[in-house]
C-alpha cells in the first residue's frame, strides 16, 4: 500500500524559506517519478515540480522556477523541496506523489494522498 507523509511547513514572512520533506513507501520509489502538488483553498491542485526517477533532472511550475528545488534521496525513499524566497501566493498546502503520468495510469498513486504539509507565508 502506497503511503505518503509530508512533512516540514509551517508559517514564514515573506522572503523566507522551508524545506518540504516527503517519506515515502508501499511502492519501488527509485523507478518512479516523483511530484510535488499544492492546493490553496477554493482552488485546484496544482503540480509543482517533478523529479526523475535518478534526481538528475526537474521541471518546475513557471510561478516557483529559480525559487524551488526539487531533490530525492533514494537510498532513504524521500524526497523533499526547498524553498526559498517565498510569497504570500505560495500558501497552500503542499503533496508529494508520484508524477501526473503515473497518478493517470496507476490507481494506487490516485488513492494515496497524504495529508499534506500546510505552508504559510504572511505578507
Known amino acids: 500500500q502506497v503511503h505518503l507523509v509530508e512533512s516540514g511547513g509551517g508559517l514564514v514572512q515573506s522572503g523566507g524559506s522551508l524545506r518540504l520533506s516527503c517519506a515515502a513507501s508501499?511502492?519501488?520509489?527509485?523507478?518512479?517519478?516523483m511530484s510535488w502538488y499544492r492546493q490553496a483553498p477554493g482552488k485546484e491542485r496544482e503540480l509543482v515540480a517533478s523529479?526523475?526517477?535518478?534526481?538528475?533532472?526537474?521541471n518546475y511550475a513557471d510561478s516557483v522556477k529559480g525559487r524551488f528545488t526539487i531533490s530525492r534521496d533514494n537510498a532513504k525513499n524521500m524526497l523533499y523541496m526547498q524553498m526559498n524566497n517565498l510569497q504570500p501566493e505560495d500558501t497552500a498546502k503542499y503533496h508529494c506523489n508520484a508524477d501526473p503520468g503515473s497518478i493517470a495510469t496507476s490507481s494506487i498513486f490516485a488513492r494515496s494522498w497524504g495529508q499534506g504539509t500546510q505552508v504559510t507565508v504572511s505578507s
Open positions: 508501499g511502492f519501488t520509489f527509485s523507478i518512479t517519478v
Open positions: 523529479i526523475t526517477r535518478t534526481g538528475s533532472s526537474a
